[in-house]
């Protein structure tokens, strides 16, 4: 099993409706992180969560929210998708300090 | 915040080193320097860090300049496999570690 599990790997939904992006780690991280990729471009990041009791802003958090339900799990919501969030979403962990962060598969949104 | 600037783009033939530069001149004293790649359009793996010192692992090594304002990712023999995008980020610790990735280099091996 992936140490860092994303759901659902691709989905397709209509513009308006509310979307949730989950992921899961099994690394025992206390660190989790949002990002957001477009095509040909790098990462940015939408929201990340250094523990269970705190949420922090990234560079694009505009139309997205968060909840860190448990110290494994954190999920990244589209209240109202739109068209130009159609893009690919990582997840990713890390423990605090100098080290490196571990990244889930991802997950490819595609708003129509 | 420190910013990093790489070609972006190279190309290495199979079986020779690839070097991978990167520009951070502005790259404070507590920052170190990350590198990643992403395979197609799969989660970015980590390959290795540095602060000052040249670091070496199973992957790669890491040379960093003397006034830390540059490095150089190198992987000693390039495969078809290391076609990937490198980033190389600086990790902004005061700034709650947050890992801000550029645009990257995009390695192409050819055979």
């Known amino acids: 099993d992936a140490d860092v599990t994303q759901t659902p790997r691709n989905r397709i939904t209509k513009t308006g409706k509310r979307i949730m992006l989950e992921c899961s780690q099994t690394k025992g991280h206390d660190r989790m992180y949002w990002y957001r990729q477009d095509p040909g471009l790098g990462l940015r990041l939408i929201y990340y969560?250094?523990?269970?009791?705190?949420?922090n802003k990234g560079e694009i958090s505009d139309g997205y929210s968060v909840s860190r339900q448990a110290q494994a799990k954190f999920s990244l919501s589209l209240e109202s998708a739109i068209p130009n969030q159609t893009a690919l979403y990582f997840c990713a962990t890390s423990r605090q300090g100098y080290t490196e962060a571990f990244f889930g598969q991802g997950t490819r949104l595609t708003v129509v | 915040d420190a910013k990093t600037t790489q070609p972006p783009s190279m190309d290495c033939a199979e079986g020779r080193a690839a070097n991978l530069p990167c520009n951070h001149s502005?790259?404070?004293?507590?920052?170190?320097v990350y590198w990643y790649r992403q395979i197609h359009s799969q989660g970015p793996q980590y390959i290795i860090h540095?602060?000052?010192n040249n670091e070496t692992n199973e992957m790669a090594s890491l040379i960093i300049t003397e006034d830390r304002k540059s490095s150089t990712l190198i992987l000693p023999h390039a495969t078809l496999r290391d076609t990937a995008v490198y980033y190389c980020i600086v990790f902004i610790y005061n700034q709650g570690g947050k890992l801000i990735f550029g645009q990257g280099t995009e390695l192409s091996v050819k055979p």
């Open positions: 540095g602060l000052k």
């Open positions: 969560s250094f523990d269970v009791k705190d949420i």
């Open positions: 502005t790259i404070s004293g507590n920052e170190y």
